[in-house]
């Protein structure tokens, strides 16, 4: 039995892509852990390997060409990465449920919603067809869909963007899962609806106790929903922190990049929000990685030693770590 203090514990996770053009070490010894009923916000720019990560965890990444050639995922004493397709299936939307930026890609157009959600009971709790149906109808209701009588007999796309949204939430927290991983949910809804969701998100939390992973670009997300952060750079963590030392005094240069490309923290009204704006350069793809600091081709403060050594991840507080050679003394550093 795998022992972890934690109820989920990511330990030196890598999962790389085998392409024609070379490997791309989409995420490159990740380790963080989530807590019973916790918000860990997951951050960074595209292709930094925030889905791969979530992916992972719920074992759905296609192979080939990708795969997880190393480390561990520990839930409930078990190494996920080690679970068998048909293990892995009474844990995914039973245990740990996921739900999708665009809600399209789970929810399945040929059924109607309330078969949908039933189906989850059905299929995890046993229930047969009018008491799935049922408290289908009351998931609906909890997730504050009008008229839930009704839409449970409509199909996805007789419902909006954010009713189906708020479908997705409801067939995600169907089993009451311990763990909802939340990759971009509100990306693609407008700023109004965003906010609703994040709202009903929060209250489900309180409701069920789930722990959350939210997965965005978003640091007015963030700011909103986490208690914890961990910030990702081309497949790596470099900051991790409690949400509001991160956002008072942000330690790694990339993170101090996204803090600034957001205008307003913390308060936000329509129009207000805005995705993050790129920091200056762009995110070196994966196959074509620089020497030393993945970040060092962007980074303001970068030194000699940036260009030729890794930084490693360390502590630098309770709770705190950091990649950059600005906190860490070495020998030849300039
Ligand atoms: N199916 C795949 N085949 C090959 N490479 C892949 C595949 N899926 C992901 N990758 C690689 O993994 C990298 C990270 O992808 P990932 O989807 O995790 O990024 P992300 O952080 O979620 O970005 P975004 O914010 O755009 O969703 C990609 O840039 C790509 O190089
Ligand atoms: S290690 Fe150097 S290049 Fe990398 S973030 Fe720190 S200062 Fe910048
Ligand atoms: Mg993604």
Same mark, same amino acid.
């Given at each position: 039995?795998?022992?972890?203090?934690?109820?989920?514990?990511?330990?030196?996770?890598?999962?790389?892509?085998?392409?024609?053009?070379?490997?791309?070490r989409?995420?490159?010894?990740?380790?963080?852990?989530?807590?019973?009923?916790?918000?860990?916000g997951?951050?960074?720019?595209?292709?930094?390997?925030k889905?791969?990560?979530?992916?992972?965890?719920?074992?759905?990444?296609?192979?080939?060409?990708?795969?997880?050639?190393?480390?561990?995922?520990?839930?409930?004493?078990?190494?996920?990465?080690?679970?068998?397709?048909?293990?892995?299936?009474?844990?995914r939307?039973?245990?740990?449920?996921?739900?999708?930026?665009?809600?399209?890609?789970?929810?399945n157009?040929?059924?109607?919603?309330?078969?949908?959600?039933?189906?989850?009971?059905?299929?995890?709790?046993?229930?047969?067809?009018?008491?799935?149906?049922?408290?289908?109808?009351?998931?609906l209701?909890?997730v504050?869909?009008p008229?839930?009588?009704k839409?449970?007999?409509?199909?996805?796309?007789?419902?909006?963007?954010?009713?189906?949204?708020r479908?997705?939430?409801?067939?995600?927290?169907?089993c009451?899962?311990?763990?909802?991983i939340a990759?971009?949910?509100?990306?693609?809804?407008?700023?109004?609806?965003?906010?609703?969701?994040?709202?009903?998100?929060?209250?489900?939390?309180?409701?069920?106790?789930?722990?959350?992973?939210?997965?965005?670009?978003?640091?007015?997300v963030?700011?909103?929903?986490?208690?914890?952060?961990v910030?990702?750079?081309?497949?790596?963590?470099?900051?991790?922190?409690?949400?509001?030392?991160?956002f008072?005094?942000?330690?790694?240069?990339?993170?101090?990049?996204?803090?600034?490309?957001? *205008?307003? /923290? %913390? #308060?936000? !009204?329509? @129009?207000?929000?805005? $995705?993050?704006?790129?920091?200056?350069?762009?995110?070196?793809?994966?196959?074509?990685?620089?020497?030393?600091?993945?970040?060092s081709?962007?980074?303001?403060?970068?030194?000699?030693?940036?260009?030729?050594?890794? *930084?490693? /991840? %360390? #502590?630098? !507080?309770? @709770?705190?770590?950091? $990649?950059?050679?600005?906190?860490?003394?070495?020998?030849?550093k300039?």
């Amino acid at each position: 039995m795998a022992e972890s203090d934690h109820l989920l514990d990511l330990q030196h996770l890598k999962t790389y892509f085998y392409t024609f053009e070379g490997v791309a070490r989409a995420v490159d010894d990740v380790s963080f852990f989530l807590d019973p009923g916790e918000v860990l916000g997951i951050v960074g720019e595209s292709g930094c390997g925030k889905s791969v990560t979530a992916q992972s965890i719920m074992r759905l990444i296609p192979q080939p060409p990708g795969k997880i050639v190393e480390g561990r995922i520990l839930f409930d004493g078990r190494d996920l990465v080690r679970l068998s397709m048909g293990e892995m299936r009474g844990i995914r939307g039973n245990r740990i449920a996921m739900i999708f930026q665009e809600p399209m890609t789970s929810l399945n157009p040929v059924y109607t919603i309330g078969n949908q959600i039933s189906e989850m009971f059905r299929l995890h709790m046993g229930l047969g067809r009018r008491e799935g149906l049922n408290r289908a109808v009351e998931m609906l209701k909890k997730v504050q869909i009008p008229a839930p009588e009704k839409r449970v007999g409509e199909y996805p796309h007789q419902l909006s963007g954010g009713m189906r949204q708020r479908a997705m939430i409801a067939m995600a927290l169907a089993c009451d899962p311990e763990i909802l991983i939340a990759d971009e949910p509100t990306t693609a809804l407008d700023v109004t609806v965003q906010a609703q969701i994040l709202d009903l998100m929060l209250k489900l939390k309180e409701d069920f106790d789930t722990a959350i992973m939210m997965i965005t670009h978003d640091l007015g997300v963030i700011a909103e929903i986490a208690r914890r952060v961990v910030v990702m750079y081309a497949g790596r963590i470099v900051e991790e922190a409690e949400t509001v030392p991160l956002f008072e005094d942000p330690k790694h240069p990339y993170t101090q990049g996204l803090l600034r490309s957001i *205008p307003k /923290l %913390g #308060r936000r !009204g329509a @129009g207000e929000r805005t $995705r993050l704006v790129e920091i200056k350069g762009i995110v070196p793809g994966l196959l074509d990685l620089p020497e030393g600091c993945r970040f060092s081709p962007r980074c303001p403060q970068v030194m000699g030693i940036c260009r030729k050594k890794d *930084p490693p /991840l %360390g #502590r630098i !507080g309770p @709770g705190r770590t950091v $990649r950059c050679w600005l906190y860490f003394d070495e020998p030849g550093k300039d």
